[in-house]
């Protein structure tokens, strides 16, 4: 059975094609369009989807769309009606950007497509999320927590899932409503910290760790916790049901004081600056304490050892750990693409399990589900552009590329299929030596051009991570699509000076062989020249830019940043301002 998932018109709009239960491609319109957060419809890369698995639209059985488009109608109206005539501006906005077409779903993929309106299939939002979470994990029974800014109604959701053959199941007992929400919460705060709203909430979790959680109380204010395990609100400091311009209301700033502007410096060293850090420490630990007594209640109802966690708020990696300590759950399963992004592939196989009732099949447990990079491509352009370009087989290309990250140089690395979710997981990555501030400080000035204060990320061999990181049982399994934070081993701190954030924390990636052996390959071969099998891993993209797809943006972004050599496959390609050392080919 052949099965297309689509999420679009909110934000990160993505196609996903699921044959016979099993993904077969999956990406983001973004990476096709080269619009970054591309909300549209997702027209390129459900052509991509088709294409590479060779199939037309009418050889699908049925498409599926990640959430009940009049559901989310009806909570605008709601929402809009319970608050007029405050909302009265607001409204139309509303209708227009979170609506708009979505509302005609149905007839615009049957137009698009040329399908039946009939094969085309609706699921709720956070259904998508939590078969995003719980079906492409290994666990066959699992307790399952969602939790985003808000799909149709709901905004949280907690539940349980059975895999067994021919009887997968997906229960969600509760839910927490709109306009409750932990999603919201967050997002208030990063636009009240001068970020951007479904974009920069990580921009807050990295300023989190410069600041002491300070102001927890007043945040207390905001967020009431409810009789029966859940929380509320309190609507007097917020104004997203009222007005498109602004989340907070006049209230929460006599609570936190005047808001960032978006262009001011954030410097620790004025009482601003340091407001600003509290305040994010603050908004943090409060977003943690309530989904560990989330968690922790959901452990003790159903006794389970396993825990999928998904929606946006679970790309908060510093919460994951949290939960992962503090719940009683063993294993916790956040999927490469937890975000909306990932309910296109999450709505495909609840289609697949629940509504046709298709047998469980193990989902590969990799996120590289995109399209491959070819190498030809990447040497044709560079040769053109009269760069320096070397072919090289596999472990010739790891022993020269060892050497450059060793001798400081920085790396473009592309290979194979592109990750499905936000992450760059060693296909699409930039790599540099993990051992000085300054390499840090480059990469954040010379290439991804962005605030000084943001942490990057280390991968590091599977086998020998807990060496570098103390990773608490079951932290390698939320290391592996690089969810969840951890602490540097203290006597590694100096040494990885590159990747561990101010508070001695890293979000490391934890890599399994299997999953990326070139990667695996290069991060041994690195240890051997330094000691630390530690790379610095951050995504191939410059501030602004969806990350690279094809190798040809890959070849742009090194050609207009400080990137010294890239890698497509077994082609090398490097500048003139950074010869290649002398290696025989
Ligand atoms: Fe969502």
Redesign the pocket.
Known sequence: MKILGISAH?HDSAAALVVDGVPVSAVQEERLSRHKNDAGFPSNAIEWCLTNAGLEADDLDAVVFY?RSMLKFERILTSALRTFPYSWRSFPHAIKNSLGEKVWVRGIISSYLGVPRKKILFTA??A??AAAAFLTSPSRRAAIL?A????EWATVTAGHGTRAPGATDITLLREIRYPHSL?MLYSTFTAYLGFAVNEDEYKVMGLAAYGRPTMVEQVRKLIRRTPDGGFALAPEYFEYETTASRSYSSRFEDLFGSPRTPFEPIDMETTEGRRFADCAASVQRVLEDTLVEMARALHDETGLPDLCLG??VALNGVANARILAESGFQRVFVPPAP??AG?ALGAALYADRIYFKNPDRDIPDHPFWGPAVDARELAKAATEDGQTVQELDDARLVERIADDLAAGRVVGWMDGASEFGPRALGHRSILASPQSREMRDRLNRDIKRREEFRPFAPVTPLETADRYFELPSGGARLGRFMSGVFPVRPEYRSALGAITHVDGSARVQTLDQAMAPRLHALLVAFGKRTGLPVLLNTSFNVAGEPIVNRALEGYSTFRRCGIDALVAGGVVVTKAAAPPREVAS
């Open positions: 909110y959430e939002h956070h998508s999320h969602t985003d800014g808000v799909g999603g929606g946006g975000g909306d309910c």
